[in-house]
């Protein structure tokens, strides 16, 4: 992964981010594929960051074909609606590749940045409602539930499984209070949104700040309860020495993308998604 940064050097990504996804691999052993050479690893396939990368020594001898193949195959058996890989713009040969294996442009995810310049309200939660921070003892089915509930109309996959939270959350970094959870105050039990932050080392100093999920049940939106969320989110970054916000989003969540650029967020990196055909047409 490093050597493939070092040469393609994909706008946006970072060794941090490396670190990131190198946590959350393991989670979800059987949809990573991995290609390999003589015990060494040429290349690799993790539909669940949108990534498939072949070291750069080892590119040109058939392992992204077969990387694509296994992970296509995959997401037939589960039934997925859809698979997406990154394609950088920059690169001609990742575009000629993806255009000789039958896949298409399918949307965008964008890097939208708040710079530490940018002031934002504070969160002022309606008094019905209440939030807490990740409790201990969460239940982890039903939150995977709350989860797919919240982004099953969104333009492209978010899955999560129980392995995948249990294994973020039991990293030695993982702070409770990086995750606001909203309820009804009659109700406290009724999850109605949450957010999600994380401060990321190695990003500088101060370090770079990542609003890494905000979601409301579809029945609770247009309540300004994504807002607050989002102010709650940054507000909790730079109290923990955050300077830069970072957060993704997809191009075509008008509604998200405009409570971001209201807030003081730029787009400032586009990560175009190439789909790959599941039923034997082109994507």
């Known amino acids: ?3 493939s940064l070092a040469i393609d050097r994909i706008t946006g990504a970072t060794q941090a981010e490396i670190e990131r996804v190198l946590v959350r691999l393991p989670a979800d052993p059987d949809a990573t594929f991995v290609a390999l ?7 690799y396939a993790a539909p669940r960051f949108d990534d498939l990368t072949i070291h750069p020594v080892r590119r040109g001898r058939g392992h992204g074909t077969r990387l694509l ?4 195959d995959d997401a037939i ?15 001609p040969a990742s575009i000629a590749f993806a255009e000789s294996r ?7 995810l964008w890097q939208f940045e708040l710079s530490a310049a940018v002031g934002v309200t504070a969160p002022a939660f309606a008094g019905d409602l209440v939030t807490r921070a990740w409790a201990d003892d969460e239940d982890l089915a039903s939150w995977v539930t709350f989860h797919d509930a919240i982004f099953a109309d969104h333009p492209t996959p978010l899955p999560i499984t129980v392995d995948l939270l249990r294994r973020v959350h039991s990293q030695a970094a993982f702070d409770p209070g990086s995750i606001l959870v909203v309820a009804r105050r009659d109700e406290p039990v009724r999850r109605l949104g949450f957010a999600r932050v994380e401060v990321m080392a190695g990003t ?6 990542l609003v890494n999920l905000l979601g409301v049940v579809p029945e609770w939106r247009g309540r300004g309860l994504g807002r607050e969320l989002l102010r709650w989110a940054v507000t909790r970054l730079r109290d923990r020495g955050a300077g830069q ?3 993704r989003v997809e191009g075509t969540n008008e509604r998200a993308t405009k409570l971001y650029r209201d807030h003081g967020f730029a787009p400032i990196t586009e990560w175009p998604h190439w789909a790959v055909p599941l039923d034997g047409r082109a994507a």
């Not at 050479?37 to 290349?43: H, Q």
């Open 204 to 209: 500088g100093d101060p370090p770079r700040g």
């Open 69 to 72: 193949a296994a992970a296509r």
């Open 1 to 3: 992964m490093e050597a």
């Open 77 to 91: 058996q589960r039934g997925d609606r859809l698979l997406l890989f990154h394609v950088p713009p920059h690169l």
């Open 245 to 247: 916000i970072e957060l």
């Open 102 to 108: 039958g896949l298409r442009y399918h949307s965008s």
């Open 37 to 43: 050479e003589r015990g060494a690893v040429a290349g």
